[in-house]
């Protein structure tokens, strides 16, 4: 058995594969805050996790994910904002509580591994890129199941490319991609609930058709970017992609538009190259789990 911890803004989650990569299990608890408590819940969730498939003896690797910048060659955690956490031996504290020294990586890193194999065998030699449109932007890319890392762990840092906005970013530049298409930037330019923004576009309501246009947009450069960086499929999820089937329909409204002026962009097909992700996939905790060296893919989920 196999354990990955998902430990979210919101929820830490963590989730039991079997041998063949199905789901046996799943806990959840509110996300602790403060190096402290997030640690404790953590090891609350993998208990309570391990006791349900038989005790710890019945598991044989354990993973753990977070936000923030998270190395997995020392297992520590740094800078993880909303969960309070300015420095923290993840995969030492995990170790301490259970006796399974665990591998760690950043969320949206593990999120991608998660994406990546929930495609199915036929992925599973290509190259995916998996792009979380949370609070933030970022995007991983998984290439023959593994996590590119590049400069510094940078690669797939795509929210903070300056594409012009004018809007002044939490990163110190001017203009990033995140200022247009993240929560952060639809909570700025939408004032009611971003659970009625799509059907108040929908509904022919002006604003929301443009804020819809401007995310989308954002949304449909940063896939752009992913695939001419090389991914051959991109999934898309985090907490703005919750309305799966109104965000598939805005990124092929903009990406048809602007197409139909460019057989370069006609070629990228890029409408066929983007999966929104069903919302209650547990993607990160499935990364999680199969980030001590993967056996086979999970079933396809995707
Ligand atoms: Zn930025």
Redo the contacts with the bound molecule.
């Keep these: 058995m196999r354990i990955g911890i998902d430990i979210g803004g919101t929820k830490t989650a963590a989730l039991v594969l079997d041998d063949t990569g199905a789901t046996v299990g799943h806990v959840s608890a509110p996300s602790g805050r403060g190096a402290t408590q997030v640690l404790a819940t953590a090891v609350d969730v993998a208990d309570r996790a391990a006791a349900a498939v038989g005790g710890w003896t019945s598991v044989t690797h354990l993973g753990a994910c977070m936000p923030g910048l998270v190395d997995p060659t020392t297992g520590w955690a740094r800078h993880a904002v909303h969960l309070g956490v300015g420095s923290l031996d993840l995969a030492g504290g995990l170790e301490a509580a259970t006796g399974r020294r665990p591998h760690v990586d950043n969320d949206v890193k593990a999120a991608a591994l998660g994406a990546h194999h929930s495609l199915g065998p036929d992925a599973a030699t290509g190259t995916t890129a998996y792009l979380n449109v949370g609070t933030g932007l970022a995007a991983a890319i998984v290439h023959r199941g593994e996590v590119v890392r590049g400069a510094g762990g940078a690669a797939g840092e795509i929210?903070?490319l300056?594409v012009g906005s004018g809007i002044t970013?939490?990163?110190?530049?001017e203009g990033?991609?995140?200022?247009v298409a993240s929560g952060t930037a639809l909570h700025r330019m939408w004032p009611r609930p971003a659970g009625d923004l799509f059907p108040a576009a929908a509904a022919g309501d002006r604003l929301a058709g443009e804020v819809v246009a401007t995310l989308a947009r954002g949304i449909a450069v940063a896939v752009q970017v992913l695939v001419v960086t090389g991914a051959e499929l991109v999934v898309i999820g985090g907490g703005v992609a919750r309305d799966r089937a109104a965000l598939e329909a805005a990124l092929a409204a903009d990406v048809t538009a602007r197409a139909a002026a460019s057989p370069f962009l006609r070629r990228l097909d890029l409408v066929s190259r983007t999966r929104v992700l069903d919302g209650d996939v547990p993607v990160a905790a499935i990364g999680a789990a199969l980030l001590p060296g993967r056996t086979q893919p999970v079933e396809a989920v995707v």
């Design positions: 929210g903070h300056p970013c939490t990163c110190g530049q990033c991609l995140e200022t």
